[in-house]
DNA sequence: CAGTGGTCTAGACCACTGG
DNA sequence: CAGTGGTCTAGACCACTGG
């Protein structure tokens, strides 16, 4: 797809530091042979990860704000952050097959001594940590994955190539108070306000293929999420 | 915006009760009286919402697992209370017109010293403080609501009262500790952890209508977003 | 004013579906 | 096979920006 490709390449430039106006629409579609409805395409991808946004009769531009996370695409932190010039890295801190805890079998829909795959790891951005996340994988998924996968890619390009379709994901959001491990991992302290959020990731049929714990220390993140319309009734607003 | 009224018209169909298959991109485009493109448009509109789906080769077709508790989901911290038996309150602690802060202001278009209706709320369930809202009002539309209005019913509610059609909503989250006014309102300590969300309420047409920032302590409350399809790429799970 | 993004059109080619 | 959605093009008109 041409517009993916120019969306990559655009996303790659402001990965590397370009930062103001962007060339416009048609100097952009003569430089990748491709229409100026393509480009716009593919600007419009990038506007939706928050990378850029535009101005009538003005230009395009990269973004300067500050983090966010755009939801409709929950896969925005780490990619933001190399947006932003930060260089990315992972540690895997505990990578260990063990019973499923409560909770995690029932969102897996396994047995309460069911085996899985436990992996914490570690997502830090020019070396500061800024998220700390759990994931659990059924055993039987687990065992295709290897210590070095998971060092090296995220788990959403990890699945598809272990046959998981990812279908829907549902995510629980709270804050909560950083405990002694959680503080001494994010360079933090105890009782730090962190953002919670415990995803569960279906597959396309519907099962149940991961469970995931995410704590980001309040300085580094926000997420942002759009609900396209609002339903009546029953807001606290 | 012919693209939007094609979406609206789709929209209120399947509102209405619409099942299956849509006509096709072609069909809809003579039915409109615009091109494939601008169908198009209207129905990625639809499918980002979660409304429809599309088959290559086969068609668009309204979903049936409906995506859209989304909103529902974020709106059911006061419905779930009740559910739970708890009884719901709202004291309304401040209700003045004032200058727009400078954040406001542009989230809502307005000029820096534009006025707003700025009013504080707490939101109880069985006399317990669950959520200490702040929301602005441009002070044309804050003009018609009176501080009763406000401690009997929701803003989203209230707005479709006077005229406002609700349209999206965009929200970000993130985690904070509580000042000292935020513990005394909400019964806490300074340092607690709080949820906090920012939402910025549109109408159908686009415009900014309403500024709203949520504070929620760590022990009572999770929002819970749910979203249709992973994309590829790019998370940190 | 020239240049820009926002919208829209008519037409095209392709891969795919399903009878 | 005809019909469908996915992608792409060249061209157009408009409102708006900013010198």
Redesign the pocket.
């Known amino acids: 797809?041409?517009?993916?490709?120019v969306a990559a390449d655009l996303r790659s430039e402001i990965g590397s530091g370009r930062v103001g106006?962007?060339?416009?629409?048609?100097?952009?579609?003569e430089r990748?042979?491709?229409?100026?409805?393509?480009?716009?395409?593919a600007?419009?991808i990038l506007r939706d990860e928050g990378l850029v946004d535009?101005?009538?009769?003005?230009?395009?531009f990269v973004r300067s704000d500050p983090i966010r996370q755009s939801l409709g695409r929950v896969t925005t932190i780490e990619a933001a952050l190399e947006a932003a010039g930060a260089r990315p890295d992972r540690h895997v801190l505990e990578f260990a097959f063990e019973s499923a805890p409560e909770a995690v079998a029932k969102d897996l829909g396994l047995a309460v001594d069911a085996e899985v795959l436990r992996v914490v790891r570690l997502n830090l951005a020019d070396d500061e940590p800024f998220a700390l996340v759990t994931v659990w994988l059924p055993a039987a998924l687990g065992a295709s994955v290897s210590r070095a996968d998971v060092e090296r890619a995220t788990f959403s390009d990890l699945l598809p190539l272990h046959g998981v379709e990812p279908g829907r994901i549902v995510q629980t959001i709270a804050a909560t108070a950083a405990d002694r491990a959680e503080a001494r991992r994010l360079h933090g302290h105890v009782g730090d306000p962190l953002l919670a959020c415990r995803r569960v990731t279906y597959d396309r049929s519907g099962a149940a293929v991961m469970v995931s714990e995410h704590r980001y220390p309040a300085r580094s993140t926000a997420l942002e999420v759009e609900f396209p319309l609002s339903t009546p009734g029953g807001t606290h607003g």
Request: charged fraction near 30%; proline fraction near 3%; avoid cysteine.
């Open positions: 797809m041409r517009y993916l490709d106006a962007l060339p416009s629409e048609a100097e952009l579609g990748h042979g491709v229409s100026r409805v393509t480009v716009r395409r600007l419009e535009s101005r009538r009769g003005s230009g395009w």
